[in-house]
């Protein structure tokens, strides 16, 4: 028997998937083009937006005949035992290689935001705690073991990372985010592509792009960013992941920029990322993103229509079942109304990448290894509890009543205090899916600040009164909190966000804020709790950051994390000990006041402060910033000039770099980390330019009396911006290197010089400055 050539794994894959091709009929190549969702129970709440209506009645069997393209979530749409699901995914790849006369089976995706979206898998901390790690090697180590946790029960392919920068932090969706700086959120989000893809799991970048960017921070809203607000804001994190992350697949944004959906924009889906960038993956859409174009945007009056310009702009494969790309695309290439071509094409791309996934081998099998599956493992508590641990950012510490005394009276507070779900962000299982099954377990074990708090200091005398909802506005809790603050030395009042979907939680997807005002009636249970004159230390459980200004000067201390995870409650816990130095830095800035938003610290001159107007946006906690429970000195400086010395120089169009150094000590008692990052600070230029950004970055690790030196080397292509042209370009000029601890705390600085002429670059283009870290001597 003659093996076909698309079975032969000897040839180059392109001349294997041609041959497929060749061979399939019309409705075999479409069949690649759609994922299936089926669904155990159609009953519960909506886990995507607008979900109601939008998917295909179908005949499972039937629609196999002909192949399909993914299996849509078979973990992560109701609980199911891992094994168990394993054994169901394997018995249903089978059937459907059985089905069609290729045997191809289908890829399978889920959600792994932050873990792999499964009953009993572990929860880690929310992409906006990686990002207060400022710590990629730990986050791609975390990415690593969820794409083993994954390719273990047969799954293919993770919709992660997200890499919209942070431009509203009403939008309910920051808590998915890495921050709001897009050189933090390129390479911390580059590292957990490489962990996925290192495991074998294809990783999916989202949302492409500009969704964080909606008006108003409304989920879906229009986005009326500019050219260059693109090009240097929103566009970085998704070139840099995917030239050196060598992430497989990119998901289409909901949103419209200046009238133009993404899911039909050819200039962003084809020219920028295929043509420009090279990218030859293959191109998802968001849940129902292609019937949108009808349903929602309103650019296509048919699904046929829809699924033409879904097409033409370059989405290869809708998701998460038949709609658009089903019977209407089959007959509108038939009358001729869509070339078949554009089937064709995405087919292709599709198949390469099943042939890339050992797909089209002739012995792929979906066998698994069987037996019981562990998917939160003593190995990834461990890694989700260092996570947490780095990721806890000390905001202040006035008095130094942090670390708290192990044998105090201590009244701990708060609608967050005892509930595990204080812990989650809205795509961890037990809050995304768990809700429409109620009574069900969690699944892991989630300890909270209250139970960690009495482990860790088994000698304190411990009370607890809730005080309020996390969003309601009942104030009958608060004379028991009152009472109980009153008789203790100290306060732990634990604030913050329930994580939640489309109005269900106060963080989350579709759950906005209309302002930056701790949700309910937490804040006047915190004015409560402050008048008694007992001390109080805030922990903030949240999904973004909420003004603090109101309470600046009145507390003891304040804690921020960001949603930590299943490990979260001891990770707090140990912050608040002593028995863990904090370490974390703010991906984001906490603002002074609820209102004056949208604002980032990427701000041109007539962005911050001044006479122009009386609302002042200076955040109360700058972005980088986060304190510690030991001290560091920063000396031996090297890479300044004199103010009134010549700058260095170093040419627009040349291979130079100039180097920046400095020595970083621990001057304290006890082990700790300091952040060294570098700003750029671009005085004059053709198009206004923010007064800093970020370009690189070092976290050190230290003991006491232990020293490293760090040397940034500064290249021009680092200093490149969009310019009048819209294009990338270097610009001669005077710049300066800023070292410092946050926006807000420079230590050092460095001018130069960049001399030649203007140099337009392209996505070869340097985008780090090397970083070099030796230890120094004690």
């Known amino acids: 028997m003659t093996t076909a050539l698309w079975r032969d794994p000897a040839l180059p894959a ?87 006369r290729f045997g191809i089976p289908a890829v399978a995706h889920e959600e792994c935001l932050a873990g792999f979206t499964a009953w009993r898998a572990t929860a880690y901390p929310v992409p906006l705690a990686w990002g207060a790690t400022f710590d990629p090697p730990l986050v791609e180590d975390m990415a690593r073991h969820i794409g083993r946790d994954m390719a273990r029960v047969g799954v293919h392919q993770g919709l992660s990372p997200v890499l919209d920068v ?88 909901y949103t419209e920029t200046d009238g133009v959906p993404v899911s039909a924009d050819p200039h962003l889906l084809t020219e920028l990322l295929r043509d420009d960038w090279g990218f030859t993956g293959t191109v998802v ?76 081998d002739e012995d792929w099998a979906p066998e698994t290894e069987g037996g019981e599956v562990d998917l939160d493992p003593r190995e990834n508590r461990a890694l989700a509890r260092r996570l947490a641990e780095e990721s806890v950012v000390l905001l202040d510490n006035p008095d130094a009543v942090l670390p708290l005394a192990p044998d105090i009276r201590i009244a701990v507070v708060g609608p967050r205090a005892d509930d595990a779900l204080a812990m989650l962000g809205c795509y961890s299982f037990p809050s995304h899916v768990l809700p429409a099954h109620p009574g069900t377990q969690l699944g892991i074990e989630i300890p909270t600040v209250l139970d960690s708090l009495r482990t860790e200091l088994p000698d304190a005398k411990i009370t607890y009164a809730v005080g309020s909802d996390v969003d309601g506005e009942d104030t009958g809790g608060f004379p028991e909190a009152v009472a109980r603050t009153a008789e203790a030395d100290v306060c732990v009042a634990v604030l913050g966000d329930r994580a939640g979907l489309f109005g269900r939680g106060t963080s989350g997807e579709g759950c906005d804020a209309e302002d930056l005002r701790l949700p309910g009636v937490q804040a006047e249970l915190l004015d409560a709790l402050v008048a008694t004159g007992t001390p109080v230390v805030l922990v903030l459980l949240t999904g973004r950051p909420y003004a603090l200004g109101r309470w ?63 609302i002042d946006p200076t955040p109360l906690y700058p972005f980088g910033h986060g304190r510690s429970y030991t001290t560091f000195e920063w000396t031996d400086f090297e890479g300044g000039s004199s103010d009134d010395g010549p700058a260095p120089e170093i040419a627009t169009d040349g291979d130079d770099t100039y180097d920046v150094s400095l020595t970083v000590r621990n001057t304290g008692e006890r082990a700790g980390a300091e952040v060294v990052q570098l700003y750029l600070h671009d005085p004059v230029a053709s198009v206004t330019r923010p007064d800093v950004r970020l370009i690189a970055y070092q976290r050190l690790e230290l003991d006491p009396g232990a020293a490293s030196r760090v040397t940034f080397r500064f290249h021009a292509d680092v200093s490149s911006f969009a310019g009048r042209s819209g294009r ?51």
Request: charged letters at 20%; aromatic letters at 6%.
């Open 728 to 778: 990338r370009t270097v610009e001669p000029g005077a710049l300066e290197l800023r070292l410092g601890a946050s926006t807000a705390d420079i230590r050092h600085r460095a001018r130069l010089t960049l001399t030649g002429p203007v140099r337009e670059v392209g996505p070869n283009r340097r985008l780090h400055c090397e970083t070099e870290v030796r230890v120094a001597e004690s």
């Open 552 to 614: 600046n000067g009145q507390l003891a201390g304040t804690v921020q994390a960001f949603f930590p995870g299943e490990e979260g409650g001891p990770a707090v816990a140990g912050v608040l000990s002593g028995r863990v130095s904090p370490s974390g830095r703010l991906p984001v800035s906490v603002p002074n006041r609820p209102g004056g938003q949208p604002w980032t610290y990427l701000q041109p001159p007539l962005g911050l402060s001044g006479g122009a107007s009386n």
């Open 285 to 360: 859409s968001d849940y129902f993103g292609v019937g949108f174009l009808e349903t929602n945007h309103r650019v296509a009056g048919s699904r046929a229509e829809a699924a033409g310009a879904a097409l033409t702009a370059g989405i290869d494969v809708e998701l998460p079942s038949l709609r658009c790309y089903g019977e209407a695309l089959v007959e509108a290439v038939r009358a001729g109304g869509i070339p078949e071509s554009l089937v064709d094409r995405a087919a292709r791309r599709v198949l390469l990448q099943k042939c890339g996934l050992g797909m089209l």
């Open 14 to 100: 392109a001349a294997r998937v041609d041959d497929l091709l060749s061979r399939m009929t019309l409705e075999e190549k479409c069949a690649q083009l759609y994922g299936v969702w089926v669904k155990s129970d159609s009953s519960g709440e909506d886990i995507a937006p607008d979900e109601q209506g939008m998917s295909e009645t179908f005949d499972f069997d039937e629609l196999i005949t002909r192949g399909l393209g993914q299996l849509t979530r078979t973990f992560g749409t109701a609980p199911v035992d891992p094994a168990l699901g394993a054994a169901a995914l394997a018995r249903a790849q089978r059937r459907i290689m059985a089905a069609n």
């Open 166 to 253: 942070v431009r509203d932090p009403r939008w309910g969706r920051v808590e998915e985010t890495i921050g709001e700086d897009p050189y933090l959120v390129g390479t911390v989000g580059t590292a957990y592509v490489r962990g996925l893809e290192s495991a074998g799991i294809v990783a999916t970048l989202k949302h492409f792009a500009g969704y964080a960017a909606s008006v108003g921070a409304r989920n879906h809203a229009p986005v009326r960013a500019g050219v260059r607000e693109f090009a240097d804001v929103t566009l970085p994190p998704f070139e840099m992941a995917l030239r050196e992350g060598g992430a497989r697949s990119v998901m289409a944004a």
